[in-house]
């Protein structure tokens, strides 16, 4: 790990809030920047995703897992000048097998209650559980807008050693 004295912030716990959403970044088959905004979860040293993917429609990050491509991941708040927080992770991504607990898990940190909706859309064929490994990145806080310490990790289990 590399950086300062360790992070200004409990990064695991802060990733582990609900309804923070993550920045997904990928390259799409013709080689064109693809962003998303998508709900996750962190378990079992990975960070896991929930995505459609409509018959007959391009979808990146899912072609990504497929292909155990590199993915980014950025978690941050944006609440100056006491909430300013950012996690920033690049790794390679991989499909899952159908695991309807964790994605229940994943969809419970952003509803307030369990509906058929979200059932259905859980359970549905369209919907691929994916997840990628954090193998680098840095965590980084701006209190009072100033720069505070930057930790950076480069190996698989780094992310999962950071303390508060």
Known sequence: MVGMEGPAF??????????????????????RPALAMMWFLVEDDRIWFHTAEPPGLPAPFLRAARERAEVAVMVATFNPPTDVRQVRMTGPARLEERDQT??????????????????????????RLWSMSPERGMAVTYPGLENGPTVRWSEPAGLFRLGG
């Not at 409990?10 to 080689?31: N, Q």
């Not at 964790?102 to 969809?107: A, D, H, K, M």
């Not at 419970?108 to 919907?127: C, F, G, I, M, N």
């Open 102 to 127: 964790r994605v229940r898990r994943l969809y419970l940190r952003y509803v307030d209650a369990w509906t058929p909706k979200w059932e259905r859309q859980a359970t549905a064929a369209s919907y």
């Open 10 to 31: 409990d990064v695991l716990g802060f990733l582990a809030e609900p309804r923070h959403p993550a920045s997904v970044a990928t390259v799409s088959g013709r080689g």
